[in-house]
């Protein structure tokens, strides 16, 4: 179990403001007592915690298709020629002339090339809202409806309950010549310290998006067709008289090749989600009481024998409200601008939102007083003058 001091800390780390600054933070709490001391022990502890920065990356896998090959046909020709010799006595010879016709063939080949883009996108943040324990009443609504000042979140100012019965009151923190006293008095006993040191990691997620297809160009089988041509010459003796004249045609088909290229885009995205803050709701607005009908909280009671006092460093009264709910043994918070933030301990009471801790009264200017706030284990009730 953490000391009660880094409970807070922790809390405390996850702030928007605290996750916008330095990954060190250190804060002390004072128990305070009724007797004065010369030596106030102090102790400090150390702890280190690792936030997760989650990312998502998308790989888009690429298919490849090789086609079935083009057959492109190709003729080889051949040519014999036979010559017959006619007896003297024919007078009859014959010629074969041979005329080449040449044809073009164009074919078309499309490839297609693949490139990978890799996009990194942020996401924002996400807040996580941490809701109070069941049966939790804000301060504000002990006040009759319309006479609440509360005070914003960040601000650094500082009926249904009706009045606390029968309770000893032993202890009370009021404003006097504009600064918190104790009445009565109380001392400095025990100082403890955290400091917390952040580091942040990366978690990756792989997602596989649809593959993309990549065709690879069709690869070509040349066959070649042989084609002989025979040619027949023959040839009178000198004695001929008569000549016969024989034509044959020979088709030579060339074959040309056009490639053409196409371009597709595959697109690996890497998703990066920061750490984001930690939202208290119990600490809204409507429980961080700052005034009732335009008078400042003057005096915070006690309500327990046991019940003591404490403070610790707070920059706001939304911080000093967060301090207490993460506290086990905190009741109520009353903040003092600028960075103290006063907590009453529980004593022997039960930690409960109905446990009736102390009570408040107001008077003077707001901007001198407290900012009061309920817990999980306490509630405050008004005492008007």
């Given at each position: 179990?953490?000391?009660?001091?880094?409970?807070?800390?922790?809390?405390?780390?996850?702030?928007?403001?605290?996750?916008?600054?330095?990954?060190?933070?250190?804060?002390?709490?004072?128990?305070?007592?009724?007797?004065?001391?010369?030596?106030?022990?102090?102790?400090?502890?150390?702890?280190?915690?690792?936030?997760?920065?989650?990312?998502?990356?998308?790989?888009?896998?690429?298919?490849?298709?090789?086609?079935?090959?083009?057959?492109?046909?190709?003729?080889?020709?051949?040519?014999?020629?036979?010559?017959?010799?006619?007896?003297?006595?024919?007078?009859?010879?014959?010629?074969?002339?041979?005329?080449?016709?040449?044809?073009?063939?164009?074919?078309?080949?499309?490839?297609?090339?693949?490139?990978?883009?890799?996009?990194?996108?942020?996401?924002?943040?996400?807040?996580?809202?941490?809701?109070?324990?069941?049966?939790?009443?804000?301060?504000?609504?002990?006040?009759?409806?319309?006479?609440?000042?509360?005070?914003?979140?960040?601000?650094?100012?500082?009926?249904?309950?009706?009045?606390?019965?029968?309770?000893?009151?032993?202890?009370?923190?009021?404003?006097?010549?504009?600064?918190?006293?104790?009445?009565?008095?109380?001392?400095?006993?025990?100082?403890?310290?955290?400091?917390?040191?952040?580091?942040?990691?990366?978690?990756?997620?792989?997602?596989?998006?649809?593959?993309?297809?990549?065709?690879?160009?069709?690869s070509t089988v040349t066959s070649t067709i042989p084609v002989t041509i025979t040619s027949t010459s023959t040839v009178a003796q000198t004695n001929a008289q008569t000549t016969l004249s024989f034509s044959t045609t020979i088709i030579q088909t060339t074959t040309t090749y056009t490639t053409t290229t196409t371009t597709q885009t595959a697109t690996n995205t890497v998703t990066v989600t920061p750490p984001?803050?930690?939202?208290?709701?119990?600490?809204?607005?409507?429980?961080?009481?700052?005034?009732?009908?335009?008078?400042?909280?003057?005096?915070?009671?006690?309500?327990?024998?046991?019940?003591?006092?404490?403070?610790?460093?707070?920059?706001?009264?939304?911080?000093?409200?967060?301090?207490?709910?993460?506290?086990?043994?905190?009741?109520?918070?009353?903040?003092?601008?600028?960075?103290?933030?006063?907590?009453?301990?529980?004593?022997?009471?039960?930690?409960?939102?109905?446990?009736?801790?102390?009570?408040?009264?107001?008077?003077?200017?707001?901007?001198?007083?407290?900012?009061?706030?309920?817990?999980?284990?306490?509630?405050?009730?008004?005492?008007?003058?």
């Amino acid at each position: 179990m953490l000391p009660i001091i880094y409970q807070a800390l922790v809390a405390l780390y996850f702030l928007p403001s605290v996750l916008a600054a330095a990954n060190t933070l250190s804060a002390c709490t004072t128990k305070l007592g009724a007797k004065s001391t010369s030596k106030v022990g102090s102790t400090t502890y150390a702890l280190t915690i690792t936030l997760y920065a989650s990312t998502k990356q998308t790989n888009t896998p690429t298919i490849t298709k090789t086609p079935v090959p083009t057959t492109v046909s190709v003729s080889s020709t051949a040519t014999v020629v036979s010559t017959t010799t006619l007896q003297q006595v024919t007078d009859t010879f014959s010629t074969t002339s041979s005329v080449f016709v040449t044809s073009t063939e164009t074919q078309t080949v499309t490839q297609t090339a693949t490139t990978t883009t890799d996009v990194t996108v942020t996401a924002d943040p996400s807040t996580t809202t941490i809701q109070p324990s069941p049966g939790f009443t804000p301060a504000a609504s002990v006040v009759p409806a319309g006479q609440a000042g509360t005070a914003k979140k960040r601000d650094v100012l500082p009926g249904r309950r009706g009045k606390i019965e029968g309770r000893a009151a032993t202890q009370r923190l009021l404003i006097q010549n504009h600064k918190p006293t104790f009445i009565p008095a109380l001392y400095p006993t025990t100082v403890t310290c955290g400091v917390l040191v952040r580091t942040t990691s990366t978690r990756t997620t792989l997602f596989t998006a649809a593959p993309t297809t990549k065709t690879l160009p069709p690869s070509t089988v040349t066959s070649t067709i042989p084609v002989t041509i025979t040619s027949t010459s023959t040839v009178a003796q000198t004695n001929a008289q008569t000549t016969l004249s024989f034509s044959t045609t020979i088709i030579q088909t060339t074959t040309t090749y056009t490639t053409t290229t196409t371009t597709q885009t595959a697109t690996n995205t890497v998703t990066v989600t920061p750490p984001g803050p930690t939202v208290y709701a119990a600490c809204a607005s409507n429980n961080l009481l700052k005034s009732v009908n335009g008078q400042g909280i003057q005096f915070v009671q006690g309500q327990t024998v046991d019940g003591t006092f404490g403070s610790t460093d707070a920059s706001s009264a939304y911080d000093c409200c967060v301090a207490c709910l993460n506290d086990s043994n905190c009741a109520i918070s009353a903040y003092s601008s600028p960075s103290t933030c006063y907590t009453l301990g529980l004593g022997s009471s039960t930690c409960s939102p109905n446990t009736n801790a102390a009570s408040f009264g107001t008077g003077g200017d707001p901007a001198d007083g407290f900012v009061v706030s309920d817990s999980n284990c306490g509630q405050l009730a008004y005492s008007p003058s």
